[in-house]
């Protein structure tokens, strides 16, 4: 990383007026000798730095190397900063301060307080309150294997429960909803497989390399595949259930009923994750039509209603 190191050096110090040796040991998270090392590199490599000694000294560029800066907006550089700070969690410390300080340098000076106050209008977080603890160590597996090429292994459970092993040539992550997934070549299928990150165990960074891959689509037949399945339910709903279900439905599709219920069009997939977003519900939310999806919860509530009648084991 030390090429990158250097780049983020030159362009931090482009950025300000001068910078101490301290600093920047401290944002590279590497010794003073190195350093001057690095100093002495871009130097080497023709780019003047002026050195000051000193309690107030430091590094500084001269000044007829400074670029321009204006070819970016404020607005420009504030989406840059802010798609950073949404990846954040899946990339590392040294990736992500090289990445901001090449951003950064892209401030003019002039702007410098507009793009912090922008900046601070928007906060990004994927990360979920609660949830897998799993899912961000898992990512951090994943997105190595991206970087160094090489195979990954996991068990992995369908949406019955079966699990099986799995080896495959990681070729992207996607964010879908608040869900990652994984796409890559799958050795036991010999084709390109989706895998979601939650229902995996034991992942794995194999020492095994392999070449890229042409990379399919970014699944836009998955996204096809669950248009067609869609249908819309018709739901009576408690107004204390309003935001959980605004969630997944228009405002538009919302209709006063009574003075403390509503009429909710909301679509809906028929599987089991549909069926346990209408039944997380509870009793604030009542599926009225169709027919056949209300049977189906009613089954449904029959069954777990049994499960909870019977004597503990």
């Known amino acids: 990383m030390k090429t990158d190191r250097l780049i983020s050096i030159i362009l931090l110090l482009l950025e300000r007026e001068k910078i101490s040796a301290k600093e920047l040991s401290e944002t590279f998270e ?79 000076s002039e702007k410098a307080n507009e793009i912090e106050l922008k900046s601070n209008q928007i906060l990004i977080d994927l990360q979920p309150w609660k949830g897998n603890p799993n899912i961000q160590l898992f990512l951090d597996i994943i997105h190595a294997a991206l970087r160094e090429q090489k195979l990954a292994a996991f068990d992995y459970f369908d949406r019955k429960g079966q699990s099986s092993q799995r080896k495959i040539e990681p070729t992207r992550l996607i964010l879908k909803g608040n869900s990652w997934y994984v796409q890559g070549f799958c050795l036991d299928r010999q084709d390109f497989r989706l895998f979601k990150i939650s229902r995996m165990a034991g992942l794995t960074m194999l020492d095994e390399p392999f070449s890229p891959r042409e990379t399919p689509p970014v699944i836009s037949d998955f996204v096809e595949m669950m248009t067609k399945r869609q249908l819309t339910v018709k739901l009576l709903v408690h107004e204390s259930a309003r935001d959980s279900v605004m969630d997944y439905c228009n405002a538009e599709n919302i209709t006063p009923y009574g003075e403390h219920h509503f009429i909710a069009l909301m679509p809906f997939i028929d599987d089991d994750a549909g069926y346990n977003l209408l039944l997380s519900f509870g009793d604030r939310c009542e599926c009225l039509e169709p027919p056949e999806i209300r049977d189906e919860l ?13 004597s503990p084991a």
């Open 30 to 108: 590497v010794s003073l000798r190195t350093i001057y090392r690095d100093i002495d590199t871009i130097n080497l490599a023709g780019v003047p730095i002026l050195s000051t000694p000193g309690v107030n000294g430091g590094f500084q560029i001269m000044e007829r190397y400074k670029v321009d800066k204006k070819v970016f907006s404020a607005s420009d550089i504030v989406t840059l900063l802010k798609g950073l700070e949404s990846v954040s969690t899946i990339l590392s410390r040294e990736e992500l301060i090289n990445t901001f300080v090449k951003v950064k340098s892209l401030i003019p």
């Open 298 to 310: 009613i089954r449904r509530i029959e069954n777990l209603s049994r499960l909870y009648r019977q």
